[in-house]
């Protein structure tokens, strides 16, 4: 428990501390442009079952539309907070509703001049509803009972993140992944995002 705590505690103040030293060093903070994002979010990699023949998802089409910052830390390292929101949708045949908001935050290493460098965390807000009774599904040998919920909850969920990043012109392409329960091999799973955004440069006339 200690290092779960130690190692989010890390995460939160890598932006912090880095802002900090540009302003003991007498640098000004600046945004340099605004990311505008859209994407496709394919949740629990290997966990779901998609099929009567007990396949597992490999990949989904999940839109999600965002906005970020780019902040030029020192050398070649940036700061990239940025909010997600994967559309609200229906799981299958499930008649449960998702909806999805994503606060992140990235360090960035500009590693070279078309290529960004990211690792960083994320905290997920999920709404969740349903009309409550259950599911029967087939699983390859048998059949497995699920319950839909019958109310609506929210939980939150903190995930360790990792990306790369092809740049072209104003553009970003970009593969980001989230690894849930980063301690614990029992509970770990990991979702994917495909993405592009448009940097907007608000300063250039």
Request: hydrophobic share 35%.
């Amino acid at each position: 428990m200690c290092q779960k705590i130690l190692f989010l505690f890390i995460l939160f103040t890598i932006p912090f501390g880095a802002s900090a030293q540009l302003k003991s060093n007498g640098s000004k903070i600046n945004i340099s442009r605004i990311g505008f994002n859209i994407g496709s979010l394919t949740e629990f990699v290997g966990k779901v079952q998609v099929n009567s023949s007990g396949d597992t998802r490999k990949f989904d089409f999940n839109p999600a539309i965002g906005s970020s910052l780019l902040i030029p830390l020192q050398d070649k390292f940036e700061l990239l907070p940025e909010i997600n929101w994967v559309l609200p949708r229906k799981t299958g045949q499930d008649k449960v509703y998702k909806n999805l908001l994503m606060f992140r935050a990235d360090i960035g290493y500009k590693w070279l001049e078309w290529l960004r460098l990211r690792a960083g965390t994320s905290v997920m807000l999920l709404n969740t509803h349903g009309s409550g009774g259950k599911v029967s599904r087939d699983n390859g040998n048998g059949q497995t009972t699920f319950y839909r919920p019958d109310s609506n909850s929210s939980s939150f969920n903190n995930t360790f993140d990792l990306g790369v990043e092809a740049l072209y012109d104003d553009w970003g392409f970009r593969l980001q992944t989230y690894t849930y329960s980063l301690f614990d091999a029992k509970r770990r799973q990991h979702s994917y995002m495909l993405m592009a955004t448009y940097y907007w440069d608000y300063k250039k006339k």
